[in-house]
């Protein structure tokens, strides 16, 4: 049992501008698996801080952990224009991961947004909500337990999902459900299926694809997202997303791509680098676990 005083001190770390970025990260991926309204509490009251890519987290912890105390902030979050895109496209996302359709006309609205990420994001998140009312349930957790902004495409040719994946007449919503659904059948075949993505379509889509690819952790893809991360007229938000995904994967073919750039003149591009590498160190170092906020608190106690 969590008790009141570990998660504030927990709490206090996330809020902390004095603390390593990676020892936030830490504390706030602590708080998402522990759960609860102070918890969330805690995430919310950080989204003042001056790091988008701490932000942006925070948002996809709220959506993951699928609380709808936290819809009040998030819907805050995405109609706040003097946030970062990177930042309000996730707190639209994170309203679709909760699943409760009352902020459907929210997510409406602001599917006409003039931020085209932020726009996309609520359309993709409209679509899934309206994907749940009609499926009566939301999909499995699959392989990897997160909570999507699409369900998997039942398809299961790699072939077949690739065509899908790269068309981009197609609508948005398949080309994301075609994407998590490669990502569930795994393999080298689907994760390079899903690495061709990084050159086409939208940034949205080219950032999920990026994500996705952290999630696979497969070394084949090292290649292509270090081309993504090393383009400096990529977009940001996408270059992030391909640093964190080298981290994931946590190779030695990823090292010396990621201590480069952690001196990135993107502020969202070094600060993911130096959460990559600290990701790659508990990878290949002996700790138990990365959410290691309780832990190290109770061993100090």
């Known amino acids: 049992m969590v008790t009141e005083e570990e998660v504030e001190a927990i ?17 706030l991926f602590t708080l998402r698996n522990v759960g609860g309204r102070a918890a969330i509490d805690w995430i919310s009251r950080t ?14 912890c709220l959506g993951q952990m699928q609380d709808e105390h936290a819809i009040p902030c998030l819907v805050r979050v995405l109609q706040d224009t ?17 699943g409760n359709p009352q902020v459907l006309d ?14 996309e994001t609520c359309q993709l998140a409209v679509k899934r ?16 337990l997160s909570v999507d902004p699409a369900p998997p495409d039942e ?17 948005l919503f398949d080309r994301y459900r075609a994407m998590f659904a490669l990502r569930n059948v795994g393999g080298e075949a689907a994760a390079l299926a899903l690495a061709d993505g990084l050159v086409c379509g939208s940034a949205l ?17 090292v290649p292509q997202l270090t081309a993504a991360l090393e383009s400096v007229v990529e977009n940001p938000m996408v270059r992030h997303e391909c640093a964190e995904a080298l981290g994931s994967i946590a190779k030695a073919s990823c090292l010396e791509t990621l201590r480069a750039f952690a001196q990135d003149g993107e502020r969202v591009v070094r600060e ?3 959460v990559a590498l600290d990701m790659y160190d508990y990878a290949n170092g002996p700790e138990f676990q990365y959410a290691d906020g309780l832990s190290k608190l109770q061993a100090s106690g």
């Open 272 to 274: 993911s680098c130096e």
């Open 82 to 98: 003097s946030q970062e895109p990177m930042v309000r496209h996730e707190a639209g996302e994170a309203l679709g991961a909760i």
């Open 205 to 221: 889509f080219r950032h999920e694809i990026g994500f996705v690819l952290g999630q696979m952790q497969h070394e084949a893809c």
């Open 106 to 119: 929210v997510l409406r609205c602001y599917s006409e947004d003039p931020v085209i990420e932020v726009a």
């Open 47 to 60: 989204f003042g801080d001056e790091s988008a890519l701490l932000k942006h987290e925070l948002a996809y």
């Open 129 to 144: 909500l309206e994907w749940l009312q009609k499926n009566k349930e939301a999909p499995g957790a699959g392989p990897y």
């Open 11 to 27: 709490g206090r770390t996330l809020v902390d501008t004095m603390q390593p970025l990676k020892a936030r990260f830490r504390a």
């Open 155 to 171: 398809e299961k040719d790699v072939a077949k999902l690739r065509e899908t994946l790269l068309d981009e007449s197609r609508p």
